[in-house]
């Protein structure tokens, strides 16, 4: 996906547009256990792929210490549920619009060190991603190849402890934030001895943080970059880039 972390998903599609259904089951030692089931589809001017993973484990595990005494590792189980899924359409011959959206669920123990362990504390994460992009390699009969793309992420991670080594009662922190874009980019095609391209970025985030409390913080950022491609002579070439950000 265009945000994936911690190998949610592995996707290997098929060549030439092929349509069809993929399933697996794995399991492994700490209680590990997977799930795989993904499907894929096409049509004359359509294509796309759907596909999700469950993963679990329990992860706890015996261990020696410095000091020759044995113990066990606890607090490591975690689950992990990610689906993706993405259509491509060809409205014409040069064009083409890409949809993709992206789902993850992690929950886990957080186990902290040996000296202090954590049995009770657990760290949750939720995040989801949508993108819709357009690319059309046919402007200007082919003179020009254009690009956009926006994007919508949210994170929403949150902290427990129910009995803490250093504090009492129960610490809790949370973070959450969004990321909004848009994206263009315009590539000149029509010479082969130099290569202009644009681009140009805005983006809106906004963070949240804290306990009972939270903090909450904005930004927009803009941005545009110029680069130029040039080909003096066979297997020689020179680049060129200017960015300002705001």
Known sequence: GSAAQGGVLHLRTKRGGASGIWGALRGGSFGLAQSDLGLQWATTNTDGLAAARIERAEGDFEFIDDNGVAGVRQNNAYLRVGALARERWRPGPTGEVTALVEGLFDTRGEPGSVQQPSVGAEGTQRRGVASLAWRDVGLGAGTFT?????????????????APTF????????????????????????????????????????????????????????????????????????????????
């Open 146 to 162: 254009a690009e956009a793309r926006g994007h919508l992420a949210y994170r929403d991670y949150h902290f427990t402890d129910d």
């Open 167 to 246: 504090a009492g009662g129960v610490t809790a922190h949370r973070l959450t934030d969004t990321d909004l874009g848009l994206t263009t980019h315009l590539t000149y095609e029509g010479s082969g001895a130099h290569r202009p391209q644009l681009t140009a970025e805005l983006r809106h985030e906004t963070a949240e943080t804290g306990a009972d409390t939270l903090r909450t913080e904005t930004r927009t950022r803009a941005a545009a970059m110029s680069a130029w491609q040039l080909f003096p002579a066979d297997g020689l070439e020179l680049v060129g880039a200017l960015r300002l950000d705001t």
